[in-house]
């Protein structure tokens, strides 16, 4: 009876040990409360497939569809002081800093890459409302700059997928310096004659959306974002009336001028690279200086010449040798 109990027993129970299942297996869409399973989800590049609902979506992931092949380097940030202010709410920052790291396998809210988009090099910035609600302080600050920074040194159009709730109010005023910091960043590309491509993602929103995010040359968002500075809520209690429908909406915004063209996350990669095809187009071909020579040679003709074609452009009917009167003898 032993082999009962040492190899029987053992493996009914495994049989009725209940399993840890992941609790991410399926994911509620917001908008229609469908169930949608995660690997159908990622496949789909996070947009639900019957509601077309586009939800939140990791840095990696987003850079992972968007670089040709899904191939692309990171871009080495600076190291910042960690917790200058020693700031404690409920939880201590550096243990919220810690669970955001652990979470999002990320350093901080902002990551910055180089690749290919349609053959085409590019610097790509992509805030990641997982980490802290996207928040930008320091960190988040010299990631955008470094991002800039390379663009301008390398050449290429610079884009930046803006998905944040504001300031971090953890850093204080160290976090709202990164606001004008960033909006001299944004001057550097000016000044390099390189394009700036912002695309707004749910949500955009606080210290973020009245700094550099909108001061892009060309404003495109996902269907759906929230896009604004103080929240829809914020806002109907503080002027206690209410507001238009798809108020602060990505529509909305297209609607009054806002933003230049709403489109589908499927679709933002060749739009982006049709859009920096143009806009890095700096060259016109222009005829060698044999080749301006030659046709003006062709072109010089002599002054009676010119005017016979003038009569004959005009209907007046050239004379015959027959018809010219002879010359006296």
């Known amino acids: 009876m032993n082999w009962i109990n040492s190899v029987v027993r053992p493996k009914i129970r495994s049989f009725l040990v209940k399993r840890d299942t992941p609790e991410n297996l399926w994911i509620k869409c917001p908008e229609t409360g469908e169930m949608v399973f995660h690997r159908d989800l990622e496949a789909n590049q996070w947009v639900v497939p019957s509601s077309g609902h586009h939800m939140r979506i990791p840095a990696k992931k987003r850079l992972e569809f968007f670089f040709d092949g899904g191939k692309y380097d990171v871009v080495e940030t600076p190291q910042v002081a960690v917790d200058p202010l020693k700031f404690r709410d409920e939880k201590r920052y550096v243990d919220r800093l810690k669970d955001a790291r652990a979470k999002t396998e990320m350093d901080d809210a902002v990551l910055v890459a180089t690749g290919k988009l349609r053959a085409q090099p590019i610097t790509v910035a992509v805030q990641d409302f997982s980490f802290m609600g996207g928040s930008l ?6 990631a955008i700059l470094k991002g800039i920074e390379t663009a301008v040194e390398n050449k290429t159009p610079f ?4 998905a944040s709730g504001g300031a971090r109010m953890q850093e204080g005023i160290l976090s709202l310096m990164q606001m004008p910091r960033t909006t001299v960043g944004v001057q550097m590309l000016r000044e390099a004659g ?9 949500p955009t929103t606080g210290g973020v959306t009245a700094s550099y995010a909108m001061l892009g040359d060309i404003h495109i968002s996902e269907p759906g974002a929230l896009i604004g500075f103080a929240g829809p809520r914020v806002i109907e209690q503080t002027i206690r009336e209410k507001l238009p429908e798809r108020f602060q909406t990505a529509e909305y915004l297209l ?10 996350r499927h679709e933002l990669g060749e739009t982006i690279a049709r859009l920096c095809s143009v806009l890095m187009k700096r060259e016109v071909e222009v005829p060698s200086l044999d080749e301006v020579s030659v046709q003006a040679t062709l072109e010089i003709e002599e002054p009676g010449e010119r005017a ?6 005009v209907g007046e009917p050239e004379k015959s040798d027959q018809q010219q009167p002879k010359a006296a003898e």
């Open 137 to 142: 302080g320091m960190a988040a600050g010299e």
């Open 159 to 162: 884009v930046l997928f803006a």
């Open 194 to 202: 390189l394009p700036f491509i912002v695309v707004f993602t749910n």
């Open 255 to 264: 609607e009054h001028g806002m933003v230049d063209m709403v489109v589908h």
């Open 308 to 313: 016979g074609e003038t009569a004959e452009a």
